[in-house]
């Protein structure tokens, strides 16, 4: 196993100086010391975000103006619009489409898409799908007269299988939404490999990716990956809440969508942007690309861009790794008695730093705040919950305790964690 597969730490003098950047990483102000290992219910806040949101928002000037403020608040909404588009989703043409969520951004993408193309008898999705991706897919179909198709998760990997997706394309599919990566095990799909091979079924397809989870982990590149659609959340994404960002392909801009009439189809804003989302989400990909230049030398902030994600990642897969299998002093998950790695696998390569776990004897609702006891926020997701029901259940489970740091997080808050655990699982 070479290095990258086991992932690539940063320096404990730079991790440090990453977490630093962060709003409340090692305390609540109010809740005292804590670690925050619920990144994917709503991550860390990057301070430059937050203040250059609470900044721009004390201006009462109108974005939408030709001189003084208002100009150079309608700035943000330019630049910024072009900046997600080009830097974090890679794309080299298509609009951004704007909602207050990731899930308003989604239905609206799926439902021009379903609305408006005449041809096709069906639209697949996945088990494993957040709600807003699925359920976008079901809607459609149903308003629509279409055949709804769900793929079922793989039990033992956690993830989906590139060959069983393709099972239930046909040249009538309409549209395929896939996730980039599961929210609940983890899971990287091939999205590039799913897209190429429903193409070859049938090359008219509408392929969407759902990237909320991936979004703070990997670059995304919806050239590469070949999709009409994908999507993220800043609040899930170092940056702020009020706001889903979808990327939107030429095509899909095409279609006849919610839009004032005389403005081009690329613009899918209606009424006036929030410049302080923009400028929020900037700072992040500043940060970044910030990470990007401490590894490389380059200009091109797409480059540096790409370059920090494949450093965080890296960070993230160490830091998976050492959970997992631990140290000499301190167990991994995988060895400490009782605990339970659900859909675990050998290959992190196919995984983002979320991980499905539990441990024998406890019910997840109580192992929680026996976690926030001993310092560290985790959340469960159940099958009694709407949000989390189908998914738990197509991966065999009833529930599970979503561990998932990120990447400015160290080996020792690893650690701590590892202990904590091995002492609640003695506890049992
Ligand atoms: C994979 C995935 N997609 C979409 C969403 C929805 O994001 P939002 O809350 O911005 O609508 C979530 C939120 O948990 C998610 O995990």
Redesign the pocket.
Known sequence: MNNEERGILFSDEYQKSLKAQFCYADADPEHGERLFFEN??GSLRLRKAVEVKAQIEEFPDCPERVRGRGYELSHYVADGTKDILETVFGAKSGGLLTEL????S?FQAVGTIMTNVKWGTNAVTSSL??P??HDAVEFYCTQTGREFRVVPANKTTGGLDVDEIMKYVDKDTVLLSI?A???ISGNIMDIKEIARRAKEINPEIYIVS?A??HAPHAAIDVEDWGVDVS?F?P??FFGVRGC?FCYVSDRVCALPHHKLIHKDDHVWALGTPTPANFAAMMAVIDYVCEIGAHFIDSTDRRTLYVEGMHRIHLQERALLYRMLEGTDEVPGLRHIEKAEVYVDMEDLTYKDLIVAMGIKGIEFADLSQKYLEHGITVFERLNTSP?SKRIVESLGLEGAIRVSPLHCHGTDDIDKFLKATKDIAETV
């Open positions: 994917s219910g969520t990731a899930s308003q989604m799908e957040h807003s991706a996730m990566a599961s929210n759902d909320v989870q999507n959340a609040y899930k889903g949000y």
